[in-house]
């Protein structure tokens, strides 16, 4: 498996150029928008929680934008993924819509989950984006779920072979739960093919990996020790992460076997929003800003000939009127009506949940029962 | 998520003629999980022991014979992880069944089962559901101290988006796994190692009962005794004695506790005017006590005395198995408390 290997921390070493990949013009076009995208539209997130129009906790992707793009694009998109509270990034880069985001954090029904999630759980079903999780570590296991469920329908019930791979996304600071080492267990136990991508941006909040992990300079021995294969990635390189993640996953897919990588990277800004990042220095956040994934792939793009400064000013015209119009489509969406309170607690095949355990009050009075039986009479048989 | 559940044969038990054909508790849970892992290859059943072993307490016996490895899987002695990975498996559209060995386990899945599998229909907006069950052993064992003991359903029916079924005989719990592993919710199957070597008549032949529909098991005029799971045989047993004192009791098997079938209960207490909650959990926050509280607003111009409740006390399980019979909800207190209530003490 070749991989890169940047001595210490991402970003600090400096790859020599790659070749571009031999994919159309237009696909390496499109990551480059996709990375602008999702910058753009996190510092209008940003001050849209400044204007008191996001709520709650809200953590933005600035400067991760290569690992969520390179491996979403690394993959087919029936490979299902699933990640954390930091997760604007994947969920556009997955395809869903900067309005649907946006006003999912503005808890709008026009948000991708009528705004019942906000920005720490965004769920895309048609994308095969499964959360959007808010509690540390807890979407491993889920993620090794998603992919013994694809396992488990190409191999048992369709009686053919693997053809999926999952990825998994955790920060460096999920590495310390509990739940993440039984997920390794279990996917190395049953030959799960899920990919655990480790997006190490060196800080789980204001705790540097090393004061919170031991082994933190060889992180890749958390999943040996469960016999995953193993890949430390340039997470601040598209190219790099492109290139290592697509032979990674197909070799998973192939294989039917999990896998382990360490993405170094980092995050420009702090943990959430009322972070004031004393526990790092300006010069350190500089000078991993210098060497930023979205510059250096723009840059070989022009190098390249793919694509012109010009035709850059308009790709980003472009961003920032898909952003705004984000914005807009947000504000003026409407607030969910009250019911919606009471919708999508169960799926309920007998009747409408109204709030209540209690099935009297379902159907009226003559609902005594308490069920509905699919066709629509009531009792028992 | 495509509803599995199309045109379900809903049947009381008691009403499908056949010959009697008694067999236990576990062979009953047994002959559901295998129904329907015929039925649809997206059923499986995972667990500590649940394969090779033959199931810790044998429920899942020959389970691998007929059904192979693939989907009769062990697990390692991680609970967290293995709920997490069903749970991931049921949003994809798979139908777990997940045998904790016994509920108590469950405690350290508690974000999973409790975080995870009941929320994600709501925090997608509806667009991902969880169709899994959970099931295992639920209260006190036999002497199995305070860590084993838990009944669960005192924590987690406080929590929205599950369903809750406690079945009480053999027949109820096949009719009632067959329900839980076709609904398109997460159901909390909660059995009873003391009830697993129960032996009942379990008709031959296809029936399910739906949730939320509770059965009355014994008619009576005096007083109504509400309960579900093990203490439901133990409200049957006291009634007994009762009647040889002039006390008729109503004993109502609620099945589920979510939904709970209250309607039944409230006609029940209009007619006898009194009520005794019989819940194995702890008293406090309990769904006894849930139950309690709405009799009484439901009941309010019907009750002649206020509801009373017989609960295990409120002390951690204790092991010398003396004192563990006088914390569980015994017949002799079920039998105090209904006197109580019907000013015969």
């Given amino acids: 498996m070749a991989t890169t290997t940047p001595s210490g921390s991402a970003g600090t070493a400096s790859p020599t150029p790659r070749k571009l990949p031999s994919l159309p013009p237009a696909t390496l076009v499109k990551w480059l928008r996709d990375m602008h995208l999702i910058r753009e539209f996190e510092v209008r997130c940003t001050q849209s929680y400044q204007d008191k129009k996001i709520g709650g906790f809200c953590h933005v992707y600035i400067g991760q934008e290569a690992v969520a793009v390179g491996c979403t694009q690394a993959v ?70 998603l992919a013994f469920a694809t396992k488990y329908e190409d191999e048992v019930i369709n009686g053919g072979k693997n053809r999926r791979v999952t990825l998994c996304f955790l920060g460096d600071g999920a590495v310390n739960q509990g739940a993440f080492y039984e997920a ?3 996917a190395g136990l049953f030959d799960i093919p899920v990919i655990f991508i480790v997006e190490n941006n060196g800080y789980s909040m204001g705790t540097a990996i090393d004061r919170g992990t031991t082994m933190s300079h060889d992180l890749c021995i958390k999943g040996r020790a469960h016999g995953l294969k193993e890949a430390t990635i340039d997470g601040m390189d598209l190219l790099a992460v492109y290139h290592d993640m697509h032979e990674l996953a197909e070799w998973c897919r192939e294989n039917s076997r999990p896998a382990f990588v360490d993405m170094k990277c980092y995050r420009y800004k702090g943990h959430s929003m009322s972070d004031p990042r004393k526990y790092r220095t300006r010069e350190e956040e500089e000078r991993y800003e210098s060497n930023d994934a979205i510059a250096k792939f723009e840059k070989a793009l022009i190098d390249h000939g793919v694509v012109t400064e010009e035709s850059v000013k308009e790709m980003l015209k472009g961003v920032r009127e898909e952003v705004r119009d984000s914005i807009q489509f947000s504000n003026e969406s409407p607030e969910p009506p009250l019911s919606d309170l009471y919708t999508d607690v169960f799926v309920e095949p007998w009747g409408r949940y109204t709030g209540s355990s209690l099935p009297e ?20 048989v | 998520m495509s509803a599995v559940l199309s045109n379900p044969v809903f049947r009381e038990p008691s009403t499908l003629g056949g010959p009697v054909r008694e067999i236990e508790f576990r062979d009953a849970i047994r002959e559901a999980m295998s129904e329907e892992m015929r039925r649809d290859k997206r059923v499986f059943l995972l667990g500590e022991e649940v394969a090779q072993y033959d199931g810790a307490y044998k ?56 975080n995870n599998a009941p929320k994600m229909l709501y925090m997608s907006g509806g667009q991902l559901g969880c169709p899994i069950v959970f099931r295992g052993n639920d209260g006190a064992g036999g002497q199995l101290g305070s860590t084993h003991s838990w009944c669960v359903e005192g924590l987690y029916s406080n929590v929205p988006g599950v369903k809750i079924v406690i079945p009480s005989c053999p027949a109820d719990a096949k009719g009632l796994m067959k329900t839980a592993i ?19 008549h379990v008709p031959e032949g296809e029936y399910l009962i739906p949730f939320g529909h509770a059965a009355v098991r014994r008619a009576g005029a005096h007083c109504t005794l509400a309960s579900w799971g093990r203490p439901v ?21 609620l099945r589920t506790i979510r939904p709970l079938d209250l309607p039944t209960v409230v006609k029940s207490v209009k007619k006898t005017n009194c009520a005794v909650v019989v819940d194995q959990s702890w008293s406090f926050s309990s769904p006894g006590g849930e139950l309690a509280a709405l009799i009484h607003k439901h009941c309010f111009d019907d009750l002649d005395n206020f509801v009373h409740r017989v609960h295990s006390d409120d002390v951690p399980t204790p092991y010398s198995a003396k004192l563990e019979q006088e914390y569980l909800p015994n017949v002799r207190k079920i039998c105090e408390a209904v006197r109580s209530a019907t000013y015969r003490a």
């Fill in chain 1, 76 to 145: 087919k998109p029936e490979d299902p993924i699933i990640t954390a509270y930091r997760d604007h990034g994947h969920a556009l880069a997955r395809g869903m819509t900067a309005r649907a985001c946006m006003a999912e954090m503005y808890g709008k029904v026009g948000g991708c989950a009528k705004g019942k999630g906000g920005s720490m759980h965004m769920f895309d079903r048609p994308n095969n984006l499964y959360g959007g999780h808010g509690i540390v570590g807890a979407q491993t296991p889920l993620g090794a779920g």
């Fill in chain 1, 184 to 186: 390794m267990n279990l």
């Fill in chain 1, 361 to 380: 009050f379902m159907g009226g009075a003559d609902n005594v029962c308490g069920f509905r039986s699919t066709d629509g009479k009531e009792g028992l």
């Fill in chain 2, 59 to 114: 429920v899942s016996k020959g389970m691998l014979a007929e059904f192979g490895a693939r989907r009769i899987i062990d697990t390692p002695i991680s609970e967290s992880g293995f709920a997490g990975m069903a749970i991931g498996a049921a949003a994809m559209g798979l139908r777990p069944i997940v045998e904790f060995m016994s509920w108590s386990f469950s405690l350290v899945a508690a974000d999973p089962i409790l």
């Fill in chain 2, 182 to 200: 076709r609904d398109d919710d997460p159901v909390f199957f909660l059995e009873s190692e003391r009830m697993l070597g129960n032996k009942g």
């Fill in chain 2, 233 to 253: 045989n133990f409200c049957l047993e006291a009634a007994e004695i009762l009647a040889k004192e002039g006390i008729d009791c109503e004993v109502i098997d």
